[in-house]
């Protein structure tokens, strides 16, 4: 086996000191924390739930917390700390999915963009601009009132109004990142523009992407909520944390329990995701931090070129 190169050590020390940052900082061992707890008891919810959540006390409305129902229930009777957990099931899967959706098509239109000459980026750096243009939250109830408010529907519909950040920073980054030797080197060998992009170029443009796709989560589950509030949410008796928001109102005056529990959840996760998202852009760029640490190992450019490429170049 061949020993490792120096830039393969230099990229290794770098995304591990990265690593390391990242967990030196308590905010986001504290966001991590809480958004792993969340993420346990949503995906262990049938386990670790009292009742179900579509179960009905009707001899126990509008209860308090309680021993046999933690914190209370709501208008129909159901327990609302086994609808929290099985709600965040759905909250988390919206949350984490539309952005997949978003990271896809903003890297695809990003380096498409960057990389196929002027004509293909002003045409789609326009198309974006007319994406962007449109308001988020009317685009989002155009599409759910067309479409209807599946958990497909919901994931597509907020995945395509959170891509154009994403394509506008790779597009930025990759036309930044052409006139650098190793992108120059590859290219004077033959290289196509696919393996450029794949090899040289995505590598340099994921921190960047995952910081943004680290905000985009909290920014899309507050958009189901949203949804949720104006009766365009997860149907009932889907428990998603908007659709908790939105029964927890009529009733906010005679069991605020409900809609500070419900309020709650949804506000832990996204200043967790902040947190987490916060730390990211500090741990991937040092230079972020306004001079408060050195990186361990300063950022290689790229992943080693092939050997052909080194011997060319």
């Not at 002003?122 to 326009?126: D, I, P």
């Given at each position: ?27 986001a ?83 498409t ?5 002027r004509?293909?980026d ?5 198309l ?76 340099n ?109």
């Open positions: 086996m061949a020993s490792p190169t120096t830039l393969e050590l230099a990229a290794g020390g770098w995304w591990g000191g990265a690593a390391r940052r990242l967990l030196r900082n308590r905010a061992l504290l966001g991590m924390a809480i958004v792993g707890l969340i993420a346990l008891l949503a995906l262990f919810a049938p386990w670790v739930d009292h009742h179900s959540p579509t179960d009905q006390h009707l001899e126990s409305t509008l209860e308090g917390p309680s021993g046999q129902f933690w914190l209370g229930t709501d208008q129909l009777g159901r327990d609302q700390y086994s609808r929290l957990v099985h709600g965040a099931r759905v909250s988390l899967t919206i949350g984490v999915l539309t952005q997949g959706v978003a990271v896809v098509l903003g890297v695809a239109v990003g380096l963009a960057g990389l196929g000459g004509r293909t002003a045409l789609l750096m326009r974006t601009d007319v994406a962007y243009s449109f308001p988020d939250l009317l685009l989002l109830v155009l599409l759910v009132s067309i479409f209807g408010a599946s958990m497909s529907m919901l994931v597509l519909a907020i995945g395509l109004v959170s891509w154009t950040t994403i394509a506008r920073l790779v597009r930025g980054q990759v036309l930044s990142l052409q006139e650098e030797e190793f992108v120059l080197a590859a290219r004077a060998t033959g290289a196509s523009e696919v393996r450029i992009a794949l090899r040289h170029l995505l590598p443009v994921a921190g960047p992407v995952i910081v943004t796709a680290a905000f985009g989560v909290p920014a899309a589950i507050f958009a189901e909520a949203a949804l949720a509030f104006i009766g365009l949410g997860m149907p009932p008796p889907a428990p998603s944390w908007g659709r908790l928001v939105t029964d927890s109102f009529g009733a906010m005056f005679v069991a605020p329990h409900l809609a500070i529990t419900s309020c709650l959840a949804i506000a832990l996760t996204m200043l967790s995701f902040t947190f987490i998202g916060d730390a990211l852009r500090d741990a991937l760029d040092p230079r972020s931090q306004g001079g408060r640490g050195v990186p361990d190992v300063a950022p290689a450019p790229a992943p080693p070129l092939a050997a052909e490429e080194r011997r060319a170049a």
